[in-house]
């Protein structure tokens, strides 16, 4: 079933940290296996903000040797980036597998980010001068709780809660997917894609990696491809209506901007407030009540349709 949410600050910041948590947690019913959020910072630092795993959390019950394990990938990871010429000027231990790296680096992202991947265990969840990806087990609080979250100043967020239909309760395995190796592009999405592993292998042949057997995955992977090739952000979305089969409804983030599109059947609900500083939206309005203290007016995109708002 899963849920989705995304709000987006026209000219302003909030705790979006905050207001995400609310809203995930208002749609814990839809999916209680895992939450992730995509939060968008000013994005004005020069540096990359670096979030990546070394261990899945349900590692940690097979005792002391994952301990060893972890240590080592860390200092892997370290001794890596430091032979790419990257330099890590703060890091920071957000669960004992998950960390938070900020670095300066001005060369090829995709050969640094598969030169760390290469090491067992160890997964970039995302890049950016904006974005930090975060996603664990657990519901929208147990999270935000366990990466505190709450007091995040940014513009713009998507988020996430998850009930397992087709892959593993694994983090690697939750939403939101990071669109590699484009810094700052980001999906959520609630459906099911039809022609999955004919697109994965038309994808994998023009060099694309993929690091679940999610078909949410290929969303992302499909926007990357299509930003590659020359599209914005609307011209990809739009494409992929087309070219994508099944009933869903996803939203993109990249570092100024947030997109929504459904399928032309329209299936997979999607309920949207607008304002002239903020724009919400949720699978169920009761995400979007969650952050208002007043009456609001919302309504239901229609079928086909594309959107995107600016920061």
Known sequence: MCGIAGLIHRGNSADIGSQMTSM????????PDSTGFALYGSGKNQDYVMRFKVAEQEDL???????????????????????????????????????????AFDGDLKRVIDYVEDVDGVEVLSI??????????????????????????????????????????DIRSAHPYWAYPFNDVSVVHNGQLTNYWTNRRDLERRGHRFMSDCDSELIAVYIANRIERGDDLHTAMSRSVDELDGVFTYLVATADSLGMAKDVMAAKPMVLYESDDLIALASEEVAIRSIFPHEIDTFDPYEGEVRVWQS
């Open 128 to 169: 950016g001068h904006a974005l930090e990806l975060i996603k664990d087990l657990g519901d929208a609080t147990v999270v935000s709780n366990q990466y505190s979250l709450s007091g995040f100043d940014g513009t713009h967020a998507i988020g996430h809660t998850r009930m397992a239909t087709e892959s593993d309760v």
């Open 61 to 103: 019950a097979t005792g002391f040797d994952i301990q060893h394990a972890i240590k080592d990938r860390q200092a892997t990871v370290d001794s890596r980036l430091e032979e790419m010429g990257v330099s890590i000027t703060s890091k920071e231990q957000a669960t004992e597998y998950a960390l938070r790296y900020r670095i």
């Open 24 to 31: 995930l947690q208002a749609l814990k019913h839809r999916g």
